[in-house]
C-alpha cells in the first residue's frame, strides 16, 4: 500500500504570503442547510464541502443569491482567507479575478498586482 503525498513549503516557490490556502466558501441564500452546499469541511462524504476556486472562471460570490461554485461571505463586501504564512485577510469582492487566479496558485512565478 503506498503512502498519501504532499506539498512542502518550499513548493510554493510564490511565497507563502502569495498564496492563499483556505478561504469562506459561498453558500447561496436557499442552500443553507443543504447537502454538500453547507456541510462542514471535514465531512468525507463529499469532496465539494472542502473546496471552491478561484480565478477568471471563478470570482468572488458578490451576492447570496449567487448560485456559482466560488468562494463568498456572508460578511458584507470581503471575504476572509488564510494565506500560507498564517495571517488572515479580507480580501474585496469585487478583486480583480485574475489578481484571484494569481493568489490561488502557489508556483506561477507571476508578479501579483497590488489589489
Not at 504532499?6 to 443543504?34: A, C, M, Y
Not at 480565478?55 to 449567487?66: C, E, K, M, T
Not at 456559482?68 to 482567507?81: A, E, P, R
Request: hydrophobic share 35%.
Amino acid at each position: 500500500m503506498g503512502t498519501l503525498g504532499g506539498v512542502g513549503f518550499n513548493q510554493f516557490t510564490d511565497g507563502l504570503s502569495n498564496t492563499i490556502f483556505v478561504g469562506e466558501k459561498h453558500i447561496p441564500r436557499d442552500k443553507l442547510g443543504f447537502g454538500w452546499w453547507d456541510c462542514s469541511s471535514y465531512n468525507g462524504d463529499y469532496s465539494e464541502c472542502s473546496t471552491r476556486s478561484g480565478g477568471v472562471n471563478f470570482p468572488l460570490a458578490v451576492s447570496l443569491d449567487d448560485t456559482g461554485w466560488k468562494f463568498g461571505s456572508m460578511h458584507t463586501n470581503v471575504v476572509q482567507f488564510t494565506f500560507g504564512d498564517g495571517s488572515v485577510r479580507p480580501l474585496p469582492v469585487n478583486i480583480n479575478p485574475y489578481i484571484l487566479g494569481l493568489l490561488v496558485q502557489r508556483a506561477d512565478g507571476e508578479i501579483i498586482p497590488d489589489y
